[in-house]
């Protein structure tokens, strides 16, 4: 009986084999940072993982597999359904992390400052220009699975937890929170009217994760009295903290956002809760792009001369900035006015990022004004940063 | 060379084709060794009671469970805590997913790991019409309907108008030498077609399959289909490695089927990987046709223009039976059981997954009042000439049995060329002036 044990084992094997090279996504349309990494001989060493909550190498890869992407612009193509994908898969997503963040090595420490005061001007940019001001982070709350795989009982219990912090600020941060589910149609179209209503995701990036199930179940909106300070529960993330204003003082506005942030965790921690954070990858998001600082701070800013300048692009990659339309990302600037924020998320400190941000917008400014009256820009041009 | 190198020499990659003599030589049933195979590839996560025996306040307690973060194993909520709110919802699903079905069946799952969640998120996440009942849940794989029976039989039994799968057994027909009459009148009839489903049992249905799995369908598909003969012979088209020319002539010939839109198809995770082991195939004279992985293993099409529906009828049966046919020869069968009939992803395709329907032109039927319950009574129902979910062009309708379970397909076929020549019959009386009548209700299951 050994031959048939050893032609079951050998048919077992093979089987495996063949069946593995069956599961390998075909990935030749492909340009995304995931699709870039997994091989063959990766995807078969993954391919018996699983965190502990259950979540595969497939879960991780199916956005990047189900959006090839675009020969301009390169998508990340994973997300993490919990905390431990990204250690258990860390194979997989130590490179794409390092391609995404600019050379972040798996050995690499981000430092996290939330200390305002660290921060270097910034009250002051010109608001004949510069025509909002917003800084926006994200926050998982450890020990529930990430919106790509949480069930709806965690999903409530995130929402619950979260209400419950939020419910405990008090000052200028004071405020309510508004389920999407039960809202009015009055408390809908004020917060349309105000700009904070987030909808169900459309773009299939989110889509193929798995974000958007039983929407709208545990999905809100939390504000202040003030509308300067906004909470986003169970969209993209456990929660999108926004901390925004009109006019230019990003130091205020950057204010606000720490203090905010910092009483939220402590309320957490009061309750016996803490944010996903390591010193490897800074703060964890559902999205790798996401990761350390999750923060982007940036500004709606005139620039009509500048942003028809043949070195408007150079400048801002020198600047460590990127441009955008005023709907946020994937739109187009309207009049000549730009959402101008920091490129990098992970390796800078949430201070650096903003002053990054501060500087460099300040900078683009002048220029402005420079090319309003005719003049050069050339002695403005800045170093890489 | 010892048994060892032998191993070792036939798992490098290119020695693929002694696998193949090797797996003929030695194997058990096809299906059932693959399926072995596959049944590890999703274990259910590690789960675990945060706060044992608390019920309500068992979601922060604990706390020494989470400071390190590789200590987390998955929360488990009482079902109570994980039950989707309904309250705005419309399908047949919400409509019979209590609070204790949920209870019941929410902890069970299928041997390939579906479960209940998976099979309900389209009705979630899609709350229907007030018009419209949707379904609003789909199966992972034949033991879903086994498994998940306590939410599927209520299911059904709406959907199919009082068909009970645990009392009753569906009959399936597929003489077509059956068929009385079924030549229409082409002045009227413009084309007629017969389609349905067909599952390969041991593979997983598309909400649930594996990029490895949907491979194997579409490779014992084609396989199969490449054995048909004489006027049902064919070429396949896979949707990842058609040309330019090949895409529009599939167009242009109303056979491209492109990636699902419908948030009841995605979300049911029937479009992950797209287009990935999907594909077309089609006869030489175009009149069969037969997807592949599309909202099921293959959906099977018999069609022509005109009004030759015992034709159409005949070629789909035979077709059918030539497929089945092959495919038994290579040891897989099609997944079917007495009660459900054929088994296919959707609870409404149950049965004989069978629309039998044609393009009709009825310009002065089509405005009289009666109509609608002229339809109903023959057990008809009307869509636009662009499908399911279209509106009619001009006078022209598409007119198809409402049935799929309990009744066989050559009962379902013989009613839509009945009830056709029924309606043929009424549009050539008001033509000449004649009055109406609308005939009695013809009985559900025969």
């Not at chain 2, 409402?402 to 020549?421: A, W």
Request: with cysteine; hydrophobic share 35%.
């Amino acid at each position: 009986m050994s031959i048939q044990r050893h032609l079951n084992a050998l048919n077992d094997t093979l089987a495996k084999r063949s069946q593995i090279r069956q599961e390998y996504p075909d990935l030749s349309q492909h340009n995304n940072h995931m699709a870039k990494v997994l091989t063959l001989e990766m995807y078969a060493n993954l391919r018996d993982k699983q965190t502990p909550s259950g979540f595969t190498v497939d879960d991780v890869i199916q956005t990047g597999v189900d959006n090839p992407g675009h020969p301009f612009i390169m998508t990340v193509g994973c997300v993490a359904g919990d905390e431990e994908t990204y250690e258990v898969f860390k194979d997989l997503l130590d490179p794409i992390i390092e391609d995404r963040h600019g050379g972040y090595k798996p050995t690499d420490k981000h430092k996290t400052d939330l200390n305002p005061d660290n921060l270097q001007g910034g009250d002051d940019l010109d608001p004949n220009y510069v025509l909002s001001s917003r800084v926006r982070t994200g926050r998982s709350i450890r020990g529930f699975c990430l919106p790509p795989h949480c069930s709806r009982g965690e999903r409530r219990a995130i929402e619950g937890l979260s209400v419950e912090a939020l419910g405990a600020l008090d000052g200028d941060l004071k405020g309510k929170y508004y389920a999407l589910k039960d809202m009015t149609e009055e408390e809908q179209q004020q917060l349309i009217d105000d700009h904070f209503l987030f909808d169900k995701p459309v773009s299939p990036l989110l889509l193929a994760s798995g974000m958007a199930r039983d929407w709208p179940d545990g999905r809100g909106i939390w504000h202040n009295d003030n509308k300067t300070f906004l909470v986003w529960v169970n969209e993209e993330d456990h929660l999108r903290v926004i901390s925004m204003q009109k006019g230019g003082n990003m130091k205020e506005v950057f204010t606000r956002f720490c203090t905010g942030l910092t009483k939220i965790e402590e309320l957490f921690k009061e309750k016996g809760h803490e944010f996903m954070w390591n010193e490897h990858l800074g703060y964890v998001l559902t999205c790798p792009s996401n990761l350390g600082t999750g923060l982007r701070g940036g500004v709606h800013v005139k620039l009509p001369n500048l942003s028809k300048h043949e070195k408007f692009g150079e400048i801002l990659k020198r600047l460590r900035l990127q441009k955008r339309g005023t709907g946020g990302v994937d739109t187009a600037a309207v009049g000549g006015i730009f959402d101008i924020s920091n490129a990098d998320r992970l390796g800078f400190s949430e201070v650096e990022l903003v002053q990054m941000v501060v500087d460099g917008v300040k900078l683009l400014v002048e220029m402005e004004k420079r090319l309003e009256a005719g003049q050069s820009i050339n002695d403005l041009m800045p170093e890489q940063k | 060379m010892g048994l060892n190198n032998f191993i070792n020499c036939l798992t490098a990659p290119s020695t693929t084709f002694i696998w193949r003599d090797l797996v003929c030589f030695c194997r058990v049933k096809m299906a059932s060794s693959f399926a072995r195979v596959l049944s590890s590839k999703r274990k259910v996560g590690i789960l675990s009671l945060v706060g044992a025996g608390s019920l309500t306040v068992g979601f922060f307690l604990n706390r020494e469970q989470h400071v390190n973060a590789g200590a987390h194993v998955r929360r488990i909520y009482p079902p109570s805590a994980e039950y989707p709110d309904l309250r705005k919802h419309n399908n047949c699903m919400a409509s019979h997913l209590t609070p204790a079905v949920y209870a019941k069946l929410s902890d069970k799952t299928t041997p390939n790991g579906y479960t209940l969640d998976l099979a309900i998120q389209t009705g979630v996440d899609n709350p229907g019409h007030p018009f419209i009942k949707t379904v609003g849940m789909v199966a992972g794989d034949e033991e879903s309907y086994e498994v998940f029976a306590g939410i599927f039989n209520p299911v059904i039994k709406e959907r199919h108008n009082g068909y009970d799968p645990c009392t009753m057994n569906h009959p399936t027909d597929l003489d077509a030498s059956k068929i009385r009459g079924g030549q229409f009148d082409d002045k009227y009839v413009l084309s007629s077609r017969v389609r349905t489903g067909r599952s390969i049992r041991g593979l997983s249905l598309p909400p649930a399959c594996t990029r490895a799995e949907r491979r194997e369908v579409e490779r014992v598909v084609i396989d199969a289909l490449a054995g048909l003969k004489g006027d049902l012979a064919g070429k396949y088209f896979s949707l990842t490695l058609m040309t330019e020319q090949e895409q529009q002539q599939l167009i242009d010939d109303h056979f491209l089927f492109d990636k699902p839109v419908s948030p009841l198809l995605t979300c049911a995770g029937m479009a992950r990987d797209w287009p990935d082991a999907r594909g077309i195939w089609h006869n030489n004279e175009k009149t069969f046709l037969v997807w592949v992985n599309e909202e099921d293993h293959t959906r099977v099409i018999s069609m022509e223009k005109g009004g030759n529906m015992k034709r159409v009828f005949e070629r789909f049966c035979k077709g059918l039976q030539e497929v089945e046919r092959l495919i038994q020869e290579k040891g897989w069968e099609f997944m079917w059981n007495e009660h459900l009939g054929y088994i296919l992803t959707c609870p409404s395709n149950l049965g004989t997954g069978l629309r039998a329907g044609v393009h009709v032109t009825l310009p002065r039927l089509s405005k009289d009042p009666r109509f609608p319950k002229i339809l109903d009574n023959l057990r008809l129902q009307k869509r636009g000439t662009g499908g399911v979910d279209t509106a009619a062009v001009g006078n022209t309708f598409d007119i198809s049995n409402l049935d799929r379970l309990g009744q066989s397909e050559v009962q379902l076929v013989q009613t839509v060329i009945d009830g056709v020549n029924y309606l043929i019959e009424c549009e050539k009386k008001l033509e000449r002036g004649q009055d109406i009548k609308i005939p009695a209700p013809i009985s559900q299951f025969k």
